[in-house]
Nanobody, 115 residues
């Protein structure tokens, strides 16, 4: 049984920073690609950033240069460092294996960017 636990969200002012964490227990991690997604009330669950098992990364255009995805295989944890946040980044953030998910999702972590 895979369990995914996202954390680190919160309320931040425009221009601020947050670091999200995603801890995965169970399942294959070290050789899996991983990704962060986000879901807002007006959008579906969209891919934000991904990292392969070798550490190669890719980002959606709107977050390039502002977000950094990384992983710690020993801790079975994926991170998303976010800088220069803007209100359009407001969403619930989730992580999962990429491209094929683990079959379940965590609860996500809410990020709200507002003054």
């Amino acid at each position: 049984q895979v369990q995914i636990l996202e954390s680190g969200g919160g309320l931040v002012q425009p221009g601020g920073s947050l670091r999200l964490s995603c801890a995965v227990s169970g399942g294959i991690f070290r050789t899996s690609g991983m990704a962060w997604y986000r879901q807002s009330p007006k959008n579906g669950r969209d891919l934000v950033a991904r990292i392969n098992s070798s550490g190669g990364t890719d980002y959606v255009g709107s977050v390039k240069g502002r977000f950094t995805i990384s992983r710690d295989n020993a801790k079975r944890t994926v991170y998303l460092q976010m800088h220069n946040l803007n209100p359009e980044d407001t969403a619930v953030y989730y992580c999962n294996r990429w491209p094929s998910g683990y079959g379940s999702w965590g609860q996500g972590t809410q990020v709200t960017v507002s003054s």
